[in-house]
C-alpha cells in the first residue's frame, strides 16, 4: 500500500497504525521505485499482521 500512512496524521492514518501496533503487526517499507516498471514512483510498504 501507499507509504502515505505511515507519516499523515488525518484521524484515519493514526487510527490504521494503531490498529496495525495493538494487533502486533508491522509496517516493511519497500525498495524506491519498487514499482517503476509499472509506471509509479510512489512510496510502498507492505502491513503484516499475525493470524488471528
Known sequence: M???VLFRQDR???EF???VERRGGRFEE???GAF???GTMVRT????LPAA
Do not use: H, K, N, Q
Open 2 to 4: 501507499s507509504a502515505g
Open 12 to 14: 484515519r492514518s493514526v
Open 17 to 19: 497504525r494503531e490498529f
Open 30 to 32: 519497500l525498495p524506491e
Open 36 to 38: 517503476r516498471l509499472s
Open 45 to 48: 510498504i507492505v502491513v503484516t
